[in-house]
């Protein structure tokens, strides 16, 4: 029986990589099928993390109703219709229901950082388009933190070969998301030129890399989970 100890998972089949993660197997090449397994004994156990995070989901939910019901009173009162400033604190709560759920997942570092950059990316730029001037996202912001979600998805390929398609399906996402302020520029929808030159240069940079440097096997595998 051969063992994976990226995925930890044991094969009896007599295979030499991994089916999940394509690294090498380890231990003798043979099936066997009269190896018992010791299962650990089924024990319930209390987590009182749950408790505090549904205590935290709770809180925030409550909150954003509270704020929603206040300013629509205040707002239909006044005759002024209804505002906007809710709507900031209901994407607050939900960018904090994120990162509570993120930190609170049994995941790799890597994951719960890229996951809670992404989100806040996300953030900034529906706050920006709910103001009066959303310039400064689109034009900034959004290309320079796909530029740096890209830099640390590059990093980590460098620094743990043993996930190296996993990550590499992380870069291979971010570069296509690089495109993006590319497009709104040439849509003139933003007026700063530069940020998204500099980000989808580096998207196109990781792209033809990562296809370059790319194993046939690991090919393979884009291509089967892209449907192509």
Not at 210 to 223: G, M, R, V
Request: charged share 15%.
């Amino acid at each position: 029986m051969r063992y994976c100890k990226t995925c930890g998972i044991h094969y009896r089949t007599p295979i030499n990589n991994c089916l999940f993660c394509n690294n090498r197997l380890e231990g003798e090449n043979r099936s066997d099928e009269d190896m018992e397994f010791f299962y650990p004994p089924m024990k319930r156990q209390h987590k009182p993390e749950k408790t505090v995070q549904k205590i935290l989901y709770f809180i925030l939910l409550v909150s954003s109703l509270c704020c929603l019901i206040i300013d629509f009173i205040y707002m239909n009162s006044s005759g002024k219709g209804f505002g906007l400033w809710s709507i900031y604190v209901v994407f607050s709560c939900i960018l904090g229901v994120i990162v509570i759920h993120t930190f609170t997942t049994p995941s790799k570092l890597f994951h719960k950082v890229y996951q809670i950059g992404l989100s806040t990316l996300v953030f900034l730029i529906a706050i920006a388009l709910l103001g009066n001037s959303y310039h400064w996202a689109l034009d900034y912001v959004l290309p320079f933190g796909l530029l740096a979600l890209n830099i640390l998805s590059t990093c980590c390929i460098f620094g743990n070969k043993e996930r190296l398609f996993e990550y590499s399906m992380y870069v291979f996402g971010t570069s296509i998301l690089a495109f993006i302020p590319l497009l709104l520029y040439f849509l003139s929808i933003i007026s700063v030129g530069w940020p998204a030159l500099s980000c989808c240069l580096y998207g196109l940079l990781t792209l033809s890399g990562l296809f370059f440097f790319s194993t046939k096997e690991a090919k393979e595998e884009l291509k089967r989970r892209l449907h192509w």
